[in-house]
Structures are given as C-alpha cells and as structure tokens.
C-alpha cells in the first residue's frame, strides 16, 4: 500500500494534515488551521514542492 495524506480535526476543532508511509507510520504533519480547504491546500503545497525539494543538514 501507498502512502497516504489524511485530512483531520485536533482536540482543539482545528484542521490539520498529515502523511502516512504504506506501514501506517506517520511521517509527516502539517500546522493546525481555521479552514477544512486551507489544510488541503497545505496537503497541494507538500505534493508540488516536495518532490524536487533539496535535504539541508543543519546539524
């Protein structure tokens, strides 16, 4: 199975983000949000700019 992104609501009715790996292991989560269509357009940002982006090692 593929990775996944999935839409949902915090403890505090906020919407966020977050990717899961084919083994259901979370990889990747996206800030909270007021809007449902602003935590999907964080999800459309991730896919357009991830894919090229490069790794920075900052240690």
Avoid: C, H, W
């Avoid at 977050?18 to 809007?35: D, F, H, Q, S, T």
């Amino acid at each position: 199975m593929s990775g996944k992104f999935e839409i949902y609501k915090d403890k505090a009715g906020l919407f966020r983000f977050r990717l899961k790996a084919g083994n259901g292991e979370i990889i990747a989560v996206g800030e909270a949000y007021n809007a449902k269509a602003s935590a999907q357009n964080g999800v459309d940002s991730v896919k357009r700019n991830a894919a090229d982006a490069p790794v920075v090692d900052l240690t």
